[in-house]
């Protein structure tokens, strides 16, 4: 979304943050990189609602990951970043296609689906999971899910592109959290559960 080169390297100090934060050298900052933050008062950011350990909203505050990040260079730029709430990624991408965000956070850049968006060096590498009953043999290859059923999120598009373009004549089960795919997994109602490692990680040490 953020078309100009001076806004483009905001970005990139952004999201390749960790030398500039454990720094006191704002040198980093060109002049004009300096002078169009003073005029520009504020940083619009929404993020994918998906949900923790990246980002979450409780009471109100914004949790996890990216929301911890983004206050430690809120404080080393001197500049409020502003997020914009968003209930689902769709959203968000709308907002920053109509350029009503500076920036969109969480966002899959191998392959990138969105060509308005310039994205920045990778921060995270996420793998795609799949999460059976425990008694289930390991999955070696993607391939062994060939007629099995298969819960998918619905807000994780990156991850569902994928498994539908390996698995094309699977029957799919669309679910609205990943609490939700992991119990429908748990009650046996679809043999295996697809998400990025990250979340599968976090909800399953969660809910057990």
């Not at 373009?165 to 043999?191: D, F, H, I």
Request: proline content about 4%.
């Amino acid at each position: 979304m953020l078309e100009f080169p001076i806004m483009i390297r905001i970005l990139w100090i952004l999201l390749s943050f960790l030398s500039f934060l454990l720094s006191e050298d704002k040198s980093i900052l060109s002049l004009a990189e300096q002078q169009y933050l003073q005029d520009k008062k504020e940083i619009t950011i929404c993020f994918n609602a998906k949900g923790l350990p990246l980002f979450g909203v409780e009471k109100g505050k914004n949790v996890g990951i990216f929301p911890d990040t983004v206050a430690l260079i809120e404080k080393k730029l001197s500049i409020p970043f502003r997020t914009v709430r968003t209930k689902t990624w769709e959203e968000c991408i709308g907002l920053s296609r109509n350029n009503d965000v500076d920036i969109s956070g969480l966002v899959v850049i191998s392959p990138n689906k969105h060509r308005h968006i310039k994205p920045s060096k990778k921060v995270l590498f996420g793998y795609f999971g799949l999460v059976t009953k425990i008694k289930e043999p390991l999955i070696n290859d993607i391939s062994e899910l060939k007629g099995k059923k298969i819960a998918l999120f619905n807000g994780q598009q990156s991850v569902n592109t994928f498994i539908k373009s390996k698995l094309p004549k699977t029957e799919y089960v669309m679910v609205n959290s990943v609490k939700e795919g992991l119990e429908m997994v748990a009650e046996g109602r679809v043999y295996a559960f697809a998400d990025e490692t990250y979340s599968l990680a976090y909800y399953i040490l969660k809910v057990g």
